[in-house]
């Protein structure tokens, strides 16, 4: 008897989520005894390890001849990673940004995103120009294996002199060794369960590829992510969060979208609607991590509320343009009209609020 699409699909996800966790406890702990440091580690053990499940869904999508699922999974897990774990992990406790993700990490997801929008100009993306992605991608990776070659000794993991539970023995490195091979043959099942059970549904519904791409896949394969991030973040590992998030939005593109085209047979077409929509909405998300990151280089809460409402508003166009809804033009233009001047107006204002606490807190008269 066939399985339900529905049960099909929340097994899938379960798997994925089972896996991911399971690769990162053991990578994690294989990268930790070498004393690289934590925003290093977020940027690729964690982030990469947490993003395995876009790949596993992405490239079995691709092979299957669904790569409106891949491309989605990768732009809708790319928005939701900025604007709902970013903002979510943000609320849980304020978010410290160290200057590398400002002069080299935000950059990197920004250039990116605007060459993953140009190359898809002509409505495709290439072999080539997937290659060049996952190119980039090497290349950003090896500087930071050197980065944390080079790192400076505060820099690194606090490790107790002698410790072996931090170093491990031969015993506990296979054991995090059979670990990673055990995530990684969960997150290859089930991304065959989700990817089957969500075009499924999908066919079923009358609804796009892309757009399930987009919402059920991206969200569940970020769920990982989700985890990670607010975990880190109520547990004072701040590095960890952010850095979760950027690493996981550059190895989407570069990794993720690179090896997806790269092995499917004439690129990755790209619907017209996610070129006019979903990749700009992509870019202006990575892009607007600079104000939000500069000032005070520090994330508050008030801020991640502001990214859970376009992440919100998001959501809302989506469903509309979907479901032809008359109102997604309404919408739409209350969106680009009202919501974002607002921001423009009183995001500037919290900033300056913020700064103006700051100067009253250094003051001599405040200390006195």
């Known amino acids: 008897m066939a399985t339900p699409p529905l049960l099909e699909a929340l097994l899938g996800l379960a798997l994925l989520l089972a896996g991911g966790d ?62 709902f774990i970013l903002g979510l992990s943000a609320l849980a406790a304020p978010l410290v940004i160290r200057r590398q993700l400002i002069r080299l990490d935000v950059p990197v997801m920004v250039g990116a995103s605007a060459a993953t929008l140009v190359l898809a100009l002509d409505g495709s993306l290439s072999r080539v120009e997937s290659l060049g992605l996952f190119s980039l991608g090497l290349a950003y990776t090896a500087y930071l294996g050197w980065l944390g070659l080079r790192v400076a000794p505060e820099g690194r993991i606090p490790q107790e002199p002698g410790s072996p539970s931090r170093l491990g023995g031969p015993a506990q490195r296979l054991l995090d060794g059979v670990l990673i091979l055990v995530g990684l043959g969960a997150l290859v099942l089930g991304a065959r369960l989700t990817v089957a ?78 070129l006019t929509f979903d990749l700009p909405v992509m870019l ?70 913020e700064a103006k606490a700051r100067l009253a807190r250094r003051s001599p008269r405040h200390r006195a």
Not at 50 to 56: D, I, Q
Not at 339 to 348: E, G, M, N, R, S
């Open 197 to 274: 059970g969500s075009v499924e549904l999908a066919r079923g519904m009358g609804v796009s590829e892309l757009v399930i791409g987009l919402t059920l896949v991206a969200a569940g394969t970020s769920l990982p992510e989700v985890v990670t991030s607010v975990l880190a973040a109520l547990k004072g590992e701040r590095d960890l969060a952010v850095g979760n998030v950027v690493g996981s939005n550059i190895f989407n593109l570069c990794f993720v979208l690179g090896a997806a085209g790269g092995l499917t047979p004439g690129g990755i077409p790209v619907p017209p609607g996610a």
């Open 284 to 353: 202006g998300v990575a892009v607007a991590c600079f104000p939000f990151f500069l000032t005070g280089r520090v994330v508050h809460r008030w801020e991640g509320a502001v990214f859970l409402l376009y992440y919100g508003l998001y959501l809302l166009l989506l469903f509309l343009d979907a479901s032809g809804h008359d109102s997604h033009e309404l919408v739409l233009q209350a969106v680009l009209l009202v919501v974002l001047p607002l921001t423009a107006i009183v995001v500037p204002l919290g900033w300056w609020w």
């Open 22 to 83: 399971i690769l990162v406890r053991g990578a994690s702990r294989l990268s930790t005894a070498l004393g690289i440091p934590p925003l290093v580690v977020g940027l690729s053990v964690v982030a990469y390890g947490t993003s395995a499940p876009e790949l596993a869904v992405s490239l079995k999508a691709s092979l299957a001849g669904n790569a409106g699922v891949a491309l989605g999974n990768v732009v809708g897990s790319n928005v939701f990673n900025v604007l």
